[in-house]
């Protein structure tokens, strides 16, 4: 069973930067896709990037195109969010999530994935 852990949460201004890690542990980590969601109050979550097991395909929500970056080191088993240019409706927590099943993901549905972190707080003051 894949664990994963997030971290690189905080409280940050609009406009400003942050960086979310998620580290996995588990022999699988370089043969699943990765995905970020986020879950803001009061709303259901969301899917945010995902990214196939060798890194060679990304895709991103509508939302957060251009602003986002999402990348992983196998070597290391880690996955990253890079988040740039925040606003206030980035405001959430913040998901990492693995596929066992695929190695590459298309479409932002949950189901496809299969074990999920505890999630990290991002804030984003106007």
């Known amino acids: 069973q894949v664990q994963l852990a997030e971290s690189g949460g905080g409280l940050v201004q609009a406009g400003g930067s942050l960086r979310l890690s998620c580290a996995a542990s588990g022999r699988t980590f370089s043969s699943n896709a990765m995905g970020w969601f986020r879950q803001a109050p009061g709303k259901e979550r969301e899917f945010v990037a995902q990214?196939?097991?060798?890194?060679?395909?990304?895709y991103y929500a509508d939302s957060v195109k251009g602003r986002f970056i999402i990348s992983r080191d196998n070597a290391k088993n880690t996955v990253s969010l890079q988040m740039n240019s925040l606003k206030p409706e980035d405001t959430a927590v913040y998901y990492c999530?693995?596929?066992?099943?695929?190695?590459?993901?298309?479409?932002?549905?949950?189901?496809?994935?299969?074990?999920w972190g505890q999630g990290t707080q991002v804030t984003v003051s106007s």
């Open positions: 990214i196939s097991a060798s890194s060679s395909n990304t």
């Open positions: 999530a693995g596929s066992v099943r695929y190695s590459h993901i298309v479409i932002a549905e949950e189901a496809l994935y299969d074990y």
